[in-house]
């Protein structure tokens, strides 16, 4: 059963730092992209960064390039999210998922979403 698990989540001052992590099972990374979006009260989820497989190559969407980094560790079957600088527009839940089409930020293209984990950034 493909099933993953975001956690890592919480509150943290501008400028402040985070780091997530999606714990997946039922598949292993190395033979699948994991992404992550996000979605803030009010808006559209929305694809901020994806790990591929083999050549885990990382892609970023604008709003977060330069600040967040986004890792895996085959041996514990994870994708990590470090995200830095944060700032009060990165409030959201932050969702990771597995890959199965072509496009990196568009979520229909990802099959299994994790419940996800909140962020929030504010003084």
């Known amino acids: 059963q493909v099933q993953l698990a975001e956690s890592g989540g919480g509150w943290v001052q501008p400028g402040g730092s985070l780091r997530l992590s999606c714990a997946a099972s039922?598949?292993?990374?190395?033979?699948?992209?994991v992404g992550w979006f996000r979605q803030a009260p009010g808006k559209e989820r929305e694809g901020i960064s994806c790990i591929t497989t083999s050549d885990g190559n990382a892609y970023y969407a604008n709003s977060v390039k330069g600040r967040f980094t986004i890792s895996r560790d085959n041996a514990k079957n994870t994708v990590y999210l470090q995200m830095n600088s944060l700032k009060p527009e990165d409030t959201a839940v932050y969702y990771c998922?597995?890959?199965?089409?072509?496009?990196?930020?568009?979520?229909?293209?990802?099959?299994?979403w994790g419940q996800g984990t909140q962020v929030t950034v504010s003084s």
């Open positions: 998922a597995r890959k199965s089409g072509a496009n990196y930020y568009t979520s229909r293209e990802y099959d299994y």
């Open positions: 039922g598949f292993t990374l190395d033979h699948v992209g």
